[in-house]
């Protein structure tokens, strides 16, 4: 099993989103970026096929040149080589560019399954592996929270939540798995991983390495044209509730929520 | 030239899905402001007879595709189907209920028709001509406001929850049409093999009206039980923090946050939950909030329009009582 990880950067979780002055972009100065934590369960799942049935892991990452830092994190926990596709004409590309970026590097690599997580926690789309899976022609399952390869090799069977149910998908392989939560933990990266993961092979890749034409990416060529970011709607002051005991405050909150919000 | 606003249907077991009637309503109050009609695409298995009554909420006219390999849903027949019937239709907009199908549907949709898309977006608006929209993003810390260039139809999915639906008109009807496509069952590569119901009848968290959520102050698993039955009372679902997931007590699909379910409920009740920034990432877009926490320096406390500074194992089963006043 040949297995190809995206891997996406992404503002450290504790971050507050400061806007930038040009109010279409957020100050990066201080963020710590980490790897997408959905992207990490895709990690971990690749590698436990891979600890099964043989094969390599391939973990490929497409930003700035700090990304290559998360692409040796997956290195450490296991990954055997990267990619990272970099190139200043890339910067503020949407989903659709990205994804035209990402398949134009994996579509001649030999694969079985490729993961990335089901959305990453800074644009909040879940759209890049779906539109990577659609330009390669490949299948893709979404939210996969249990994966089970068949012994042939040749199908993958998909746990997937939906509001309420849970639905079991088949497919044949090669396929695109999106993780959720749930699908497993996360090893960490031990000190010998992090030795070995310095003479892991990881290749850079232009958009001219590509083959491709730089002014189809970047702000200029976005189909989604952010007009304008702005911080969340305040919320007006709240009120604490008054009384003596739990009891008093429990009825004045049960009258406020009747009389005052509507919502009971 | 592209135009009219289309909607796409969700339906389970036969029936239409809330999101349904939440994506025809704001079909229609789109297609007013831009001056167009509103066609709703319907997909499955003997859904025809139902297919009219999305006239009430706004829909001037219903595709309809009917085919057993549409029921349930793959992501590999819908795109399939979706994609040859918008290559005809040539619509200006295309509306998907952000649900898990829908955003599913969105994500590849989009590739397959090379255009732009815009995933749970929580407001919709018409301007030059133009779809403009907005969606939180960093989970909520921020909010974009975006429009689509050189890009047409201009697609984005809803948050579940945040649009209302329209009051239903028995008057209005629309045309009901037969929709025209082929089906490769050699392109279909994924089936679905078994569909597990969760037999407990809990209404999802991201479709919920009403949460009462549960994080570490809740000491431990036996103590739900409290917040289950203020939920059951309110019609409600109980959602969990991470750190209350992390420690086994409540399943992964309980959790509200930034890396766990972004939910939109009419009223949010946090319970032994200290207000981390990625839980408040998570429910922030809910109408009302209330917070209980023993801390009165609890960052919640900040967000919440409704605080009780007081131990839960009090408050919560005072407020159960209390409430049954009101129902
Ligand atoms: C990468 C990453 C992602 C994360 N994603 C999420 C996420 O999606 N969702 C999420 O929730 N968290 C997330 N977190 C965790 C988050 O940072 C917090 O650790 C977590 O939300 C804290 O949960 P809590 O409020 O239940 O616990 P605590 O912070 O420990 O708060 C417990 C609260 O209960 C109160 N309390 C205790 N006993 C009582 C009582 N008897 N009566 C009333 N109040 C009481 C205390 O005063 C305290 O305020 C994430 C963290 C990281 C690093
Ligand atoms: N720039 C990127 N580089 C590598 N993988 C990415 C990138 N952007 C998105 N992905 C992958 O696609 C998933 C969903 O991202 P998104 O569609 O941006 O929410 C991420 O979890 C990654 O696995």
Redesign the pocket.
């Known amino acids: 099993m040949n297995i190809i990880v995206l891997l996406k950067q992404v503002p450290d979780?504790e971050t507050q989103i400061k806007i930038a002055p040009d109010g279409k972009s957020i100050v990066t100065d201080d963020i710590k970026w980490i790897m997408n934590?959905y992207d990490e369960f895709g990690v971990e799942e690749a590698l436990r096929i891979k600890e099964k049935f043989g094969g390599e892991v391939t973990v490929v990452g497409l930003g700035p040149k700090r990304v290559t830092e998360s692409i040796r994190t997956a290195l450490a926990m296991g990954a055997d080589k990267g990619i990272l596709i970099t190139d200043d004409a890339l910067e503020g590309s949407d989903s659709l560019a990205v994804a035209k970026a990402i398949t134009a590097a994996v579509k001649d690599l030999d694969y079985d399954l490729i993961f990335t997580g089901q959305r990453g926690i800074d644009d909040d789309m879940g759209v890049v592996g779906a539109s990577v899976a659609e330009l390669l022609g490949i299948p893709n399952i979404s939210l996969g929270i249990k994966v089970e390869i068949s012994e042939d090799q040749k199908t993958v069977t998909v746990n997937r939540p939906v509001e309420g149910q849970t639905l079991v998908i088949e497919s044949s392989l090669p396929a695109l798995i999106t993780a959720q939560k749930g699908l497993n933990e996360p090893r960490y990266a031990s000190l010998p991983g992090i030795m070995k993961a310095k003479r892991k092979p990881l290749e850079e890749k232009s958009l001219a390495d590509l083959g491709l034409d730089a002014s189809e990416f970047g702000t200029e060529a976005r189909k989604v044209k952010i007009l304008e970011l702005t911080p969340p709607p305040e919320r007006a002051a709240g009120k604490i509730i008054e009384g003596e005991t739990p009891q008093e405050k429990a009825a004045e909150l049960a009258r406020l929520l009747h009389e005052e919000a509507k919502v009971l | 030239m592209a135009e009219g606003v289309w909607v796409i249907a969700e339906e389970r077991d036969g029936e239409f899905r809330k999101i349904t009637y939440e994506v025809v309503s704001e079909g229609r109050r789109l297609a007013d402001a831009l001056g167009q009609s509103v066609t709703a695409v319907v997909l499955g298995n003997g859904m025809k007879d139902k297919a009219a009554d999305l006239a009430q909420y706004g829909a001037d006219k219903v595709l309809v595709a009917d085919d057993a390999r549409l029921s349930p849903y793959t992501t590999d027949a819908y795109v399939a189907v979706i994609s040859q019937l918008v290559k005809n239709g040539d619509p200006a907009v295309l509306l998907i209920g952000g649900s898990v199908q829908g955003k599913d549907l969105a994500a590849r949709l989009s590739a397959n028709l090379g255009v732009g898309m815009a995933q749970d977006c929580t407001g919709f608006a018409a301007e030059d001509g133009n779809l403009v929209i907005i969606r939180p993003i960093y989970a909520g810390k921020a909010y974009a406001k975006v429009t689509f260039e050189n890009s047409w139809p201009q697609m984005a999915t809803s948050r579940p929850n945040v649009l209302s639906i329209n009051e239903p008109d028995a008057s209005r009807s629309a045309e009901v049409v037969d929709a025209e496509f082929s089906l490769d069952d050699a392109a279909l590569k994924t089936k679905v093999v078994d569909v597990a119901k969760d037999e407990s009848g809990k209404i999802d968290l991201t479709e919920a009206d009403k949460i009462v959520s549960g994080?570490?102050?809740m000491k431990g698993p036996e103590n739900y039980e409290i917040l289950e039955k203020l939920a059951d009372l309110i019609g409600g679902t109980v959602g969990a923090?991470?750190?209350?997931v992390d420690a086994g007590w409540r399943p992964h699909s309980d959790?509200?946050?930034?890396?766990?379910k972004v939910v939109s409920p009419n009223l949010y009740i946090a319970c032994?939950?200290?207000g981390?920034i990625?839980?408040l990432a998570?429910m922030s877009t809910s109408k009302v909030i209330v917070a209980?926490?023993?801390?009165p320096d609890?960052p919640i406390f900040q967000k919440a329009d409704y605080g009780v500074v007081a131990?839960?194992?009090d408050v919560v089963p005072a407020l159960t009582e209390e409430i049954k006043k009101y129902l």
């Not at chain 2, 923090?241 to 209350?244: H, W």
């Not at chain 2, 959790?255 to 766990?260: D, E, H």
């Open positions: 979780t934590p | 994080g570490r102050g923090s991470r750190s209350a959790q509200v946050g930034q890396t766990g032994g939950i200290s981390a990625q839980h998570g209980i926490n023993k801390d609890a131990d839960l194992f």
